[in-house]
């Protein structure tokens, strides 16, 4: 099997500080890419809160919640599916765009989005950050660079996205690596976000609140986490996914028809 270079991947460094932010067992990856948090969240699902809960207590633990009920992810390109698929972390995959997500509503507890919203234009973006609340019961988990476009063009300027380049591979990456908007603190806090991590009373919050600050309005560059409470009253089992219009290398493909990339990148084949 071939696989390319040329596949976005979020700062593992983020990784633990998303883990410490699921609740419940029921967890939408928007954007899942090649499949990271899901692999984590299946395979260390014990640095989650929940899962930390299980093994501390482990005789007076609810079996139920050993693992994920549901991990579900979705992303706009079938090459990074094909690569997800690969590892079987997630309990579905299908094919659809952030800002047009065929889910219904409560659907899952908590709503990941990773380093996804800023290659959508703003007006898609915050209509994303809507529908999420509408799919998710308790949490919304978001991050964004803290510098997606440059702040005196407005525009996207990484000199590795301007290659001039025939090989319609790369110009696909390039495409989809470009960053379309962005999100300050302040804006974020408006539409009701938690920036940084959350500070706990007790002994350890002064340097807790100090490392939020940090990770927030520290040096540029780097990510933002944002988090959203939602706890909605509980539900009946949340329905099913409605059936697919259409179906692509045997994935359910929800994708309006101007949201799918003219080329894939064909970086696994047989």
Not at 133 to 155: F, M, N, Q, W, Y
Not at 212 to 230: F, I, N, S
Request: glycine residues 6%; hydrophobic residues 35%; proline residues 9%.
């Amino acid at each position: 099997m071939k696989t390319s270079l040329l596949v976005g991947q979020s700062p593992l460094g983020m990784i633990p500080r998303v883990l410490d932010e699921i609740e419940g067992t029921r967890i939408l990856d928007v954007g899942c890419g090649v499949g990271v948090y899901g692999f984590m969240l299946r395979h260390r699902w014990q640095d989650t809160p929940i899962g930390f809960r299980q093994v501390r207590e482990y005789d007076r633990r609810d079996p139920r919640l050993d693992e994920p009920e549901l991990l579900s992810g979705c992303d706009l390109t079938v090459h990074n599916l094909r690569r997800t698929a690969h590892h079987r972390s997630y309990d579905e995959l299908v094919l659809a765009s952030a800002d047009a997500l065929p889910y219904p509503d409560d659907y899952v507890d908590t709503l990941l989005c990773i380093e996804v919203l800023e290659h959508l234009d703003k007006s898609a973006a915050l209509r994303a950050l809507r529908d999420f609340e509408r799919i998710a019961r308790k949490r919304i988990v978001i991050t964004v660079p803290r510098e997606s476009l440059d702040p005196h063009t407005g525009h996207d300027e990484r000199a590795f996205l301007k290659l001039e380049t025939a090989d319609p591979d790369v110009q696909a990456w390039a495409f989809a690596e470009t960053h379309r908007s962005a999100f300050t603190p302040a804006e974020l806090r408006s539409l009701g976000f938690r920036c940084g991590r959350k500070v706990e009373p007790g002994p350890r919050a002064p340097l807790q609140l100090a490392m939020a600050l940090w990770q927030t309005y520290g040096p540029p560059g780097g990510q933002l986490l944002a988090v959203k409470d939602l706890d909605k009253p509980e539900r009946e089992r949340r329905s099913a996914l409605p059936p697919a219009p259409a179906t692509t290398e045997g994935f359910p493909d929800y994708r309006p028809a101007e949201r799918r990339p003219a080329h894939t990148p064909a970086a696994e084949v047989g």
